[in-house]
DNA sequence: TTTTTAATGCAAGTTAGTTGCATCTATGTT
DNA sequence: AACATAGATGCAACTAACTTGCATTAAAAA
């Protein structure tokens, strides 16, 4: 549990564990507010969870999430998926085939400026069908 | 010019006028901050601008573009194209094939929550070449 | 066990964006 | 063309999300 931040070079310190496990039990991108929500019962203040989001992120071990919306959200870097976001309700599906490798590749032969990419992100906006049946009310 | 505008329903004011121009002639993707001070000297008020660019991301005259920083980003949505963005300098480079229809049609398929996709985005992120030799001296 | 290096908490500050409200203007109607 | 009206604008105040500085504390290297 700990190792993944031993190989990132990282203090092991309990904020951090903390803030590792909130990621490995939730399923959907989540913004730093609710991080500190869900860290608050073990004395972690905020600015920690900020300073820990940065510096998780430097690393690779989440990746920033645009749902559009006011806050940044962040998943764990080692899901290998992407989404459909409802503009609405802010509701989010993944799904399970990553286009990386293969755009990676094409932009890598053509770029002047880039020889390799380090990460990616996909992202698809909708309106999910409750919502549509919402609004013809 | 001002038919974008009138197909979107949209009144035809200065305001908006100026801040479609702006767009219009920049290459890559814009903050507010930059709108704002683009379009300063025809005494457009911050407030306008943000809320312009609410409308217009509305009505999908443009879209956002996350660019990893602090801001929300935007580029005319009639751009078909991706993103490689470098993570040190915010140096951008646009590359000209989307791979909006492919993904679209392969996730309406599977998806239960959703039965068609309005927008996306994809963004990749690297170090460009400047940026990897400056950080090795 | 000591020393070093980095992480944390608290308070204060900043940045980016929002809201309320009075006024004004673009556009549809007569 | 004059009028009505829905919607746009500007200003001031406000909020949300995040950052910085600094003194204190804890993790890991020596």
Redesign the pocket.
């Known amino acids: 549990m700990?190792d993944i931040?031993?190989s990132k070079?990282?203090?092991?310190?309990?904020?951090?564990m903390v803030v590792l496990e909130v990621f490995e039990h939730t399923e959907k991108p989540v913004?730093?507010?609710e991080v500190i929500k869900k860290v608050s019962k073990?004395?972690?203040?905020?600015?920690?969870?900020?300073?820990?989001?940065?510096?998780f992120e430097e690393v690779n071990i989440i990746r920033r999430v645009d749902m559009r919306?006011?806050?940044?959200f962040y998943e764990l870097a080692s899901l290998h998926h992407h989404h459909v976001i409802c503009t609405k309700c802010g509701d989010v599906e993944d799904f399970d085939f990553c286009i990386g490798d293969t755009v990676e590749k094409k932009i890598v032969k053509h770029s002047k400026k880039f020889s390799k990419i380090n990460d990616h992100s996909l992202e698809l906006f909708s309106v999910c069908k409750p919502c549509i049946k919402n609004s013809k009310k």
Chains 1, 2 share one sequence.
């Open positions: 700990s931040l031993k070079k990282l203090k092991v310190t309990p904020a951090r913004s730093a507010e073990f004395k972690v203040d905020q600015v920690t969870v900020y300073r820990t989001l940065h510096s919306k006011g806050a940044v």
